[in-house]
C-alpha cells in the first residue's frame, strides 16, 4: 500500500476521533444540565428550600443635579411656600422633584438649607432681571438666599449670594456678562474662578475662552458646596421617603 492510498483511511479515522470527542462533549453537557434541573427544579417530599430569587428592581435613575437651583437658610417649610406664594400646593416626594417635572418644588431641610429647582425658577439667560427681583423678594422674606446656575452643554453659569434683601455677591455669564455684582467671595477666590467685567472678553488664543468657560461651569457645584449645598452631595437614603412641596409660583418676575 503506498502513501496515496493512506490518505483516506487517515482522514477517516480523524472523523471519527471528531465525533467521538463531540459526543462526549454533548453527553457531559446534558449531564451537568440534569444535575441543574435537579438542583433548581420543583420541591419534592422532604426536599429544603433553596434561598428565595432576589427580586430587587433595579434603582431609579434620574438626575441628581438640577441645571439651576436656589438655597434658602431655613428649616420651615411653610414659610418658604408662604414666600413664594405657591399655588396649588401638593406633598411630592423628592425623588420626583428632583426629577424636574415640577414648575417649582421645596425639598425638606437638609443641614439647615432647603432647596429651590423646578422649570419655572428664573434664568439669567433668559431674564437676568427677573433673576435679580426674584432672589432679592426671596431674600427680604426669607433671609440668606442663594442661586446657582450651571449648563456644561452652553457653558452658561451664575451664582447669586443675598442676605436680609441685599445683594452681597452675583455673578452670571451667558456668552458675556450679564451680571457682575459686589467683592469675589473667599470660596471664590479659593476655586480660582474667573469673573469678567462687563464689556469684558476672554481671550480667545489657544482656545483659552472655551477652556476657562468651560472651567467656571464645573466649579459651581464646587462653589454650592462651600456656600450651602450640592444638591448631588446629598445623602441618597434621604431621597426614599422624604417629601416636599410642589406647586406653581404665585407670579412671574
Not at 462533549?25 to 432576589?54: E, F, M, N, W, Y
Not at 427580586?55 to 441628581?64: D, E, S, Y
Amino acid at each position: 500500500m503506498n502513501a496515496w492510498d493512506l490518505i483516506p483511511v487517515l482522514l477517516l479515522t480523524l472523523l471519527s476521533v471528531a465525533l467521538s470527542g463531540g459526543a462526549a462533549i454533548v453527553l457531559l453537557v446534558a449531564r451537568q444540565r440534569r444535575k441543574i434541573h435537579c438542583a433548581t427544579g420543583p420541591l419534592g417530599v422532604g426536599a429544603s428550600p433553596g434561598p428565595a430569587p432576589d427580586f430587587t428592581p433595579p434603582r431609579t435613575v434620574f438626575p441628581r443635579r438640577p441645571a439651576s437651583w436656589l438655597a434658602i437658610r431655613s428649616r420651615n417649610l411653610r414659610a418658604v411656600q408662604a414666600a413664594l406664594g405657591l399655588h396649588h400646593p401638593k406633598p411630592c416626594a423628592w425623588i420626583e422633584g428632583l426629577a424636574g417635572g415640577q414648575k417649582l418644588f421645596i425639598a425638606p431641610p437638609v443641614k439647615g438649607w432647603i432647596l429651590i429647582i423646578g422649570s419655572d425658577v428664573p434664568d439669567p439667560n433668559e431674564d437676568v432681571d427677573a433673576c435679580f427681583r426674584f432672589v432679592l423678594d426671596l431674600s427680604r422674606k426669607l433671609g440668606q438666599v442663594q442661586f446657582f446656575s450651571a449648563n456644561r452643554v452652553l457653558g452658561h453659569h451664575a451664582w447669586v449670594r443675598a442676605e436680609a434683601g441685599r445683594i452681597v455677591r452675583a455673578y452670571a455669564w451667558a456668552g458675556k456678562t450679564l451680571w457682575n455684582q459686589g467683592i469675589k467671595t473667599r470660596a471664590e477666590l479659593e476655586l480660582g474662578v474667573k469673573c469678567f467685567h462687563y464689556f469684558e472678553a476672554p481671550e480667545r488664543t489657544l482656545f483659552s475662552q472655551a477652556d476657562v468657560i468651560a472651567l467656571n461651569t464645573e466649579k459651581v457645584p464646587l462653589l454650592a458646596a462651600r456656600w450651602s449645598l450640592d444638591p448631588a452631595g446629598i445623602d441618597e437614603r434621604l431621597f426614599e421617603h422624604a417629601q416636599g412641596i410642589a406647586g406653581e409660583p404665585s407670579r412671574h418676575y
